[in-house]
């Protein structure tokens, strides 16, 4: 059971500058993240098959899970 | 003819009527640019020390920039400048819609309001038909209302920007309309419109602008716009625009609660992006030429209006930090603000301040006009916002800001007016986020956020730390992000949809015929930002490092809830941070530029 979990901007960076990263299925998105080295405070929106979710969304086997983080803000 | 250029700067003397039109100057455009830096270019030139902000000598300069009106995405920001009502220093305040393109179409790179009516006007621009009419019959109304009938009155395509009854009325935060839904919204430049009884301008132009290069400009547009439909963050971004943060801002600890005193609030979900979008939100609106709308239209089906917005600052400053959960009531509130014609972030930091004063004994029930000030009282706050509008009761006070209403009543609220320079803290809580704390204390306006963002700098580098490079960092934003003000064009499509930030010097060639790269345009941000820095230092009596340093808030009272519970910034590191700050800026120890700095910036001369 596995889930693809797609780095947007800055987020590369955490994960050797890849745009995506298969992963297990099953755990929480922030569970997901830690797992990656991705500290979970820079993610400020999490999109799961492009819907909003938050970080203690329990990934599901085909999951696609784009993580953002806002480098600019307002 | 200047290529990128309307070419005019209008001056409209409002004591005499008389009305004059000189081209713009070539040696302007190169050293200031155009946006904000004519604004402080004039502001700094023509205003006079000492000028009573509400005066005839205070200066009122609405600028647009060599991008504006032209196919480069997000090319519709105005700057407003003037001497600050609020704070008694510089104001810039930014607006967004089509106001800027009108213009540059009317043959114009500046307005300057100079005087003061006899009676209520506004200024008629329709390309170079221009006069001042009589506008009796639009004075006392609200913004929504101004709009409209001007619109009905000269057509549809005349852009209108136009003050309400809080401006009228002298409210110091008052702000100025467009499209309805756009403001020029802090530091009282709309207060300064109303003080010369200048109720709109509209707008018409036909011209066409130059460019040196046209096909260079064509493509070199193309790309930007390219870049932007290529983003993968634009549909998140389009979705939910900036209230895409408000859950984010909750869960790190920056959204700001109960007058700052806390970072988290635990009635936030109703407030959150994807709630308020299927709850209120119809759809999505844009500015001038832009490809990623982040404005949203409402629709709050419970009070039976409209509005657009609400904005991530509104939300965290009506919202959250008065202890209003549901996002319905803060879209009603700022449809309020909106029409009345003041600051939604001013306005919230003011009535958070009195309803601490209400919850610490400091107000009583005979201070607030029988309100129950409580955080989260909904109708309290509707109640507030019309008399702060009206300036009656308890809105006297607060319209004149938090700094002067804590001087007032003094009893220790001046520890809890959360502001820097007379300026209301907008909506990021900096108990523990050293870089974004810096931004708030050293922004040329006051605590404003829109010079230097860096919320997930702090968080990637540590929260805590102290060193140069977050220093340098927050120096480098305050000269990259006002640039896009100066330019006349939304910073927004590469701050959110993160595209590449070199496709912007081929165009600014291909429009104006100058090459400037990044680095030319950092040194002409760092001029302006020493040249307000000056114009502080002129106005204010002792004005110095006293001035930069943060609501007390800050570095004396951890959060007792929420995710930033316990966590506070120490004084020491406040002043560490101060202290590297002046000596990268090439400021002397009380933060005042250093006459080498000034020769580098090629000031010396004007600043004499």
């Known amino acids: 059971m596995s889930a693809q979990i797609k780095a947007l901007g800055i987020i590369k960076s955490y994960i050797g500058g890849k745009n995506e990263i298969i992963v297990d299925a099953g755990n929480t998105v922030r569970e997901t993240m830690r797992a990656l080295n991705i500290p979970p405070d820079v993610v400020a929106l999490v999109l799961v098959n492009d819907t909003q979710q938050s970080k203690d969304y329990r990934v599901q086997d085909g999951d696609v899970v784009k993580l953002l983080a806002v480098v600019g803000g307002g | 003819m200047m290529n990128g250029y309307g070419g005019n700067i209008l001056r409209v003397n409002l004591t005499t009527g008389k009305i004059t039109k000189e081209p713009t100057s070539p040696e302007l455009a190169s050293d200031f640019i155009g946006g904000r830096g004519f604004g402080a270019y004039f502001l700094f030139k023509e205003v006079p020390k000492g000028a009573d902000p509400l005066g005839p000598e205070n200066k009122l300069i609405v600028s647009s920039g060599p991008l504006s009106g032209l196919m480069i995405p997000g090319a519709g920001k105005c700057d407003f400048t003037c001497k600050s009502p609020l704070t008694g220093g510089y104001a810039s305040a930014s607006l967004g819609g089509i106001f800027t393109a009108e213009i540059k179409y009317a043959g ?10 006899p009676k209520p006007v506004y200024l008629c621009i329709d390309d170079d038909k221009i006069e001042l009419r009589d506008a009796s019959s639009l004075w006392g109304k609200g913004t929504f209302a101004t709009e409209k009938e001007l619109k009905e009155k000269l057509g549809e395509e005349f852009q209108i ?18 499209d309805y839904g756009r403001q020029a919204g802090r530091g009282g430049v709309g207060t300064v419109m109303g003080a010369k009884k200048v109720k709109a301008i509209a707008l018409r132009g036909t011209k066409p602008i130059p460019v040196a290069d046209l096909d260079a400009y064509r ?40 007058n700052f005193s806390a970072g988290s609030f635990e009635g936030g979900k109703t407030l959150y992006g994807p709630y308020m979008r299927e709850k209120i939100v119809i759809t999505d609106k844009g500015c001038f030429a832009c490809p990623s709308p982040c404005g949203k239209y409402s629709r709050m089906k419970r009070y039976g209006t409209n509005v657009e917005g609400p904005e991530y600052e509104t939300i965290g400053m009506i919202g959250s930090n008065l202890g209003l959960a549901e996002i319905e009531d803060v879209a009603q509130a700022n449809l309020l603000c909106d029409d009345w014609g003041i600051d939604t972030i001013s306005a919230g930091g003011a009535i958070a301040w009195a309803m601490e004063c209400y919850e610490k004994g400091i107000f009583a029930r005979a201070d607030t006009d029988g309100l129950e000030l409580e955080f989260g009282n909904v109708e309290a706050v509707f109640k507030l916002i019309e008399k702060i509008a009206k300036r009656e009761g308890l809105g006297a006070l607060l319209a004149e800001g938090t700094k002067r209403a804590a001087q007032k009543v003094g009893k220790g609220s001046e520890k809890f007016a959360i502001q820097v320079k007379g300026m209301e803290q907008s909506a990021y809580a900096t108990h523990n986020a050293t870089a974004m704390l810096l931004a708030y204390m050293t922004a040329d306006v006051g605590a404003h956020h829109n010079r230097a963002w860096a919320i997930t700098y702090d968080l990637q580098v540590g929260r805590e730390l102290v060193n140069a490079d977050k220093v340098a960092r927050v120096i480098w934003l305050q000269h990259l992000r006002p640039m896009f003000d100066t330019l006349g064009a939304c ?16 165009a600014l060639e291909a429009i104006t015929g100058v090459k400037r790269s990044w680095q030319d345009l950092h040194l002409v941000s760092e001029r302006i930002w020493n040249l307000t820095r000056m114009y502080w230092a002129r106005e204010q009596k002792d004005f110095g490092r006293a001035w930069d340093m943060p609501s007390p808030r800050f570095y004396t009272e951890p959060p007792k809830s929420g995710v930033t519970k316990g966590q506070i910034t120490k004084l020491d590191d406040v002043n560490k941070m101060l202290d590297m700050y002046y000596e990268q800026r090439g400021w002397t120890a009380n933060g005042l530029p250093k006459p080498e700095t000034l020769e580098r910036l090629g000031l010396t001369m004007l600043v004499a």
């Open chain 2, 108 to 117: 114009l790179d500046s307005i300057i309001l100079e005087g003061i009516s």
């Open chain 2, 161 to 178: 920007a136009c003050v309400g009854p809080g401006a009228e009325n002298g409210v110091l935060y008052a702000h100025i309309n467009h």
């Open chain 2, 219 to 258: 493509k070199a547009g193309m790309a930007l716009f390219d870049a932007c439909k290529k983003s993968e963050l634009l549909k998140p971004w389009q979705n939910l625009g900036t209230t895409m943060v408000v859950s984010w801002c909750d869960e790190i600890g920056a959204l700001p609660t109960r």
């Open chain 2, 491 to 506: 910073r927004l499509q590469w701050v959110e949809l993160n595209i590449d930030l070199e496709l912007y010097p081929p």
